[in-house]
């Protein structure tokens, strides 16, 4: 069984630059996480997609970040105009239902913001 | 609201010695409670899971057991390997559908 894919692993970009990140999440499962996790921290959930509509966006800023998942398959996250503080790994994670299901999470996408 | 409370790293051990890495936990209703490791330049991966009180999860020689007294979800493991070294999330999922994640713990084990 294939995997979470996520492009692409490394990304640097200047401060008021924007930039995107794309996920493809495991074949037949309806939950989509994206997860940004600083340097130390644990991920923090930024939204949560079931099949192709959003269940939790509340930390998400949704001033300069924004995510879709069309047709409830891939998903995209995109940061316009990303600050210093934005760099940090993005995690793209899914699973079959929401409750009590063991998420599978991709490599990730490092970010960093000069 | 809901959070996962992990003690902090690192964590320095030699080989064969005994795991314990403590987590509480804060939640309205009956979470379902995971441990997640995270090796250097990977994502992070499920270790083992507990869904109700007095569960024990277990994989790879780790354990935790659902403490629903005390709150608790200690990850333990008799005798530590170099390739056990990484850094390991203790985690729940509850009534509103969200993973909450702990800040993170990370295990270094010496040869």
């Known amino acids: 069984e294939a995997g979470v894919a996520q492009s692409p692993r490394y990304k640097i970009i200047e401060k008021r630059q924007s930039v995107a990140f794309w996920c493809n999440p495991i074949?037949?499962?309806?939950?989509l996480y994206w997860y940004q996790q600083i340097l130390g921290q644990g991920p923090k959930l930024l939204i949560q997609f079931q099949n192709n509509g959003v269940v939790d966006d509340s930390q998400l800023p949704k001033d300069r970040f924004s995510a879709e998942r069309l047709k409830g398959v891939d998903s995209t996250l995109k940061i316009q105009p990303a600050k210093l503080e934005d760099s940090a790994v993005y995690l793209c994670?899914?699973?079959?239902?929401?409750?009590?299901?063991?998420?599978?999470f991709g490599q990730g996408t490092r970010l960093t913001v000069v | 609201g809901d959070s996962v409370t992990q003690m902090e790293g690192p964590v320095t051990l030699s080989e064969e010695a005994f795991l314990t890495i403590n987590c509480t936990y804060t939640?309205?209703?009956?979470?379902?409670l995971f441990w997640y490791v995270q090796y250097p330049g990977e994502g992070l991966q499920l270790l083992l899971k507990a869904t109700k009180a007095d569960d024990k999860g277990s994989n790879k020689g780790f354990e935790a057991t659902y403490r629903k007294e005390t709150t608790s979800f200690h990850l333990e493991k008799g005798s530590v390997q170099v390739s056990d070294s990484a850094v390991y999330f203790c985690a729940l999922i509850s009534g509103t559908y969200k993973y909450i994640f702990g800040t993170g713990t990370r295990l270094k084990v010496l040869a």
């Open positions: 939640a309205t209703g009956y979470p379902s």
């Open positions: 074949s037949g499962h309806a939950t």
């Open positions: 994670a899914s699973s079959l239902v929401e409750l009590a299901t063991e998420a599978f």
